[in-house]
Structure formats: structure tokens, C-alpha cells
């Protein structure tokens, strides 16, 4: 179980490491997908056009529905690109997921939120295919040619999956953190090289010398008591 924490910590890290240009664009493809997701979910099923909150501000509408006629049988195939684009998802590529979310909700408007389950079959087609490839490599030695292991493939499979599964999630979890951010109590950062405890009792100098000596040094010898006269 804290195996599974400090994995989900580690990759909630990931999906905030970007550049601030980069984490603005991720906080407006998060908010869009999320609120077209939430709307599949609530009934209605609106496609990721008809969320933008413009009739509720009051815009004018005229290019939305030209947009949304001119999407009209153009661009389902976006679905397969947006899946590929997940598929080559990394912690330092992190803006293809992006891109792909942006590619689905172009191909919703075409074919509706079929689009999701075309991408997701095309990243599983994707994936497998890695997978059959990668038993080629079992027992390569990476010394002085590129192979593919099936381990590094698992591996980079499922941070693909999760970093791209997790885009909706952002904006919201940016929120959470700046509204909960001042109330809550962090442990004391240890410096670089810093012991956390102290030393251990066999370290310790025994009680009964003094400060001035020194384990091992024999005790200062006591002064010769007078005899009786």
C-alpha cells in the first residue's frame, strides 16, 4: 500500500513537472476534457463544443456552429491519431497527451464520444504490438545496439496510459492544492547529510566519565587520603 502511495505521489509530481507556458496550456485541455467528460456522464451528451461556456456568457455563436458544420465528417479519423499520440506519451513528452486529448474532441465532433473508445483501441493495438515485438528482446544485452525489452515496454506503456489518463484531472487537482495548501502540516525538511536521529547508545559515552574525558582515557588519579594521626 505505501508502495502504491509514493507511485501515485511520484506521478501526480509528473504530471505538474512542466514548463509554465506548458502547464497553462494543461489546465485549459484539463478543464475542457474534464467538463465534456462530466457532461457524457450527467446525460445530454454534449460534444466538447457545445461545453465552452459561450451561450452562457453571452458570445456570439455564429463561428461555433460553423466550426462544429465543418467538423461534421472530417475528422473522425483524429480518433486513431489522438491514441497514437497518448501512446508516445513520456514524463519528458508530456505534451502529446495534450495534443491528443485536443485530437479526440476534434474527432467527437465528427463521430461523438465513440472517439474515446476509437483511441483507446488504437493505443491497445499499439501497446500489443510493442509487446510482440519486445519478445524478440528478452534476452538482449543493451551494449552496443537499441532493443526492445518487455519490461521497458510494460513500463513505459503504463506511464503513458496513466499521464494521459490523468490530463482531465489536473485542473481540479491544482485547485484542491492551492485550497487545502495552507492548512495542512508538513514535516521539517532534513538538510543534505543531516543524521534524522541521533546517535545510537552503543555511540554514546558511558555516564559515568566526565565531559572533559574521553571513552578509553582512564579516570584522573584521586588525591591520597590523609591517615589517621
Given at each position: 500500500m505505501k508502495e502504491k502511495r509514493q507511485e501515485l505521489a511520484r506521478l501526480c509530481r509528473t504530471a505538474v513537472d512542466r514548463s509554465r507556458w506548458q502547464l497553462a496550456f494543461a489546465?485549459?485541455?484539463?478543464?475542457?476534457s474534464l467538463a465534456w467528460v462530466a457532461g457524457?456522464?450527467?446525460?445530454?451528451?454534449?460534444?466538447p463544443l457545445e461545453v465552452l461556456p459561450v451561450r452562457w456568457a453571452g458570445l456570439p455563436t455564429g463561428w461555433l456552429d460553423a466550426t462544429r458544420a465543418w467538423f461534421d465528417g472530417r475528422t473522425g479519423f483524429l480518433a486513431v491519431a489522438g491514441g497514437l499520440l497518448w501512446a508516445m506519451t513520456s514524463p519528458h513528452r508530456q505534451s502529446s497527451a495534450l495534443v491528443g486529448w485536443l485530437a479526440v474532441m476534434a474527432a467527437a465532433e465528427d463521430v461523438g464520444y465513440v472517439a474515446?473508445?476509437?483511441?483507446?483501441?488504437?493505443?491497445?493495438?499499439?501497446?500489443?504490438?510493442?509487446g510482440l515485438v519486445s519478445l524478440t528482446g528478452r534476452r538482449a544485452f543493451v551494449v552496443d545496439r537499441?532493443?526492445?525489452?518487455?519490461r521497458d515496454v510494460a513500463r513505459a506503456g503504463a506511464?503513458?496510459?496513466?499521464?494521459?489518463?490523468?490530463?482531465?484531472?489536473?485542473?481540479?487537482?491544482?485547485?484542491?492544492v492551492r485550497l487545502v495548501g495552507p492548512y495542512v502540516t508538513r514535516p521539517p525538511r532534513r538538510r543534505p547529510g543531516a543524521p534524522i536521529v541521533g546517535?545510537?547508545?552503543a555511540e554514546r559515552p558511558p555516564s559515568g566519565l566526565r565531559r572533559s574525558e574521553t571513552p578509553g582515557e582512564l579516570p584522573g588519579q584521586l588525591p591520597a587520603q590523609r591517615g589517621a594521626r
Open positions: 489546465v485549459v485541455v484539463s478543464a475542457w457524457q456522464a450527467l446525460g445530454g451528451a454534449p460534444s474515446v473508445r476509437w483511441a483507446l483501441v488504437a493505443l491497445a493495438v499499439f501497446l500489443a504490438v510493442m537499441v532493443a526492445v525489452i518487455p506511464t503513458a496510459v496513466a499521464l494521459s489518463a490523468v490530463v482531465p484531472l489536473v485542473a481540479p487537482g491544482l485547485v484542491l546517535p545510537s547508545s
